[in-house]
């Protein structure tokens, strides 16, 4: 399994670069930001330093979206950050949550979504696309490695597209049975779409409290769940609830209010509905044991990576931990 982990593009931006570099010198794979650019800094020029202050480190947005940002800039920023890498650049992309609604924009249409990232995914890795009524070719980004696309979400219909398009699937929550569920349709669209769908890469991410004191870790990342009813609260919109996961939207029932000055923030209000179990289910709590536990649960129903959204607790004590007890014990032979 691959460990990446998530970092705020929060003020100073030296700490970004700080915990990322960290987290390479502890066994990471993956270093993520993510793209809200009035919520939080501009995370272009952050990857860009990135790139040159790692050496090991893949690096990508979880998750940028084709709405805020025109597919061709989209497409060409993540080409030069290739060049600029060494070859080490992942794309996360979705509909458009809280980078859209913020600024008064609704998530990219599902349709539309998909045309645009069939496009990108193209555009990026210097092949010819149709667009606009334009022949359009990155004469420049010929010859790269090539970009991989991971589609977040999590409905049958965005899984489906990713599916068709993507390299993989971003899943922002570590239950193993929703994960099995998630991945289940978007093979399923592969497989229909002519495609392997045992190549689809599913990246876990969730954040994970190393503790002995399970309701004070619960405490710490009831902000979780609360952000991922975001997207169930649209799914509920789309399809019967008996079509989804009873876990996956059950305690959204309970929901008040979200308040997206505090979205993904420690201790935000609007978690206080979250119920402890929902807590242990979309998140990894617990001591280092417990931690290798659900992480090889979700090694066995196919999970690729666990990026750890390092916005609860002690970061360089999580990244140490990890680096030290729970990366070498999940990858033992």
């Known amino acids: 399994m691959d460990f990446g982990l998530t970092v705020l593009p929060d003020p100073p931006y030296s700490r970004l670069l700080e915990l990322l570099q960290l987290g390479e010198a502890n066994g990471f794979t993956h270093g993520w930001t993510y793209d809200s650019h009035v919520l939080w800094q501009e995370p272009f020029p952050l990857l860009t330093m990135a790139a040159e202050r790692t050496t090991t480190l893949k690096l990508g947005l979880c998750v940028t979206n084709p709405g805020t940002r025109d597919p061709t800039v989209l497409a060409s920023a993540h080409a030069l950050l290739q060049d600029i890498s060494g070859g080490r650049i992942v794309m996360g992309i979705g509909r458009g949550d809280s980078a859209r609604r913020v600024i008064g924009q609704k998530p990219v249409p599902v349709a539309e979504f998909e045309r645009r990232c069939a496009m990108i995914k193209d555009f990026m890795n210097g092949r010819t696309v149709s667009w606009n009524e334009r022949e359009l070719t990155l004469e420049w980004a010929k010859g790269r490695a090539e970009i991989p696309m991971y589609v977040a979400g999590y409905g049958p219909k965005v899984l489906a597209i990713a599916g068709r398009v993507s390299d993989g699937v971003i899943i922002q929550l570590a239950d193993p049975d929703i994960v099995d569920w998630t991945m289940g349709i978007a093979r399923k669209a592969a497989e229909e779409a002519g495609r392997d769908p045992s190549a689809l890469v599913p990246v ?8 002995d004191d399970l309701d004070d870790a619960r405490e710490r990342v009831r902000w979780f769940p609360a952000m991922v009813s975001n997207h169930v609260d649209d799914l509920l919109r789309r399809y019967p609830k008996e079509e989804l996961p009873p876990p996956l939207v059950d305690y959204v029932e309970r929901k008040g ?8 923030r420690t201790g935000a209000r609007h978690g206080e509905f979250v119920d402890d179990e929902t807590c242990d289910r979309f998140c990894i709590l617990g001591t280092a044991e417990q931690h290798v536990e659900k992480l090889k649960r979700l090694q066995a129903v196919g999970a690729a990576q666990y990026n750890i959204y390092l916005m609860t607790g002690e970061q360089e004590a999580t990244l140490e931990a990890y680096g030290r007890d729970v990366i070498p014990a999940v990858n033992a032979a």
């Open 204 to 211: 876990v991410c969730a954040p994970c409290v190393l503790s």
């Open 257 to 264: 209010f979200y308040d997206y000055t505090e979205h993904s």
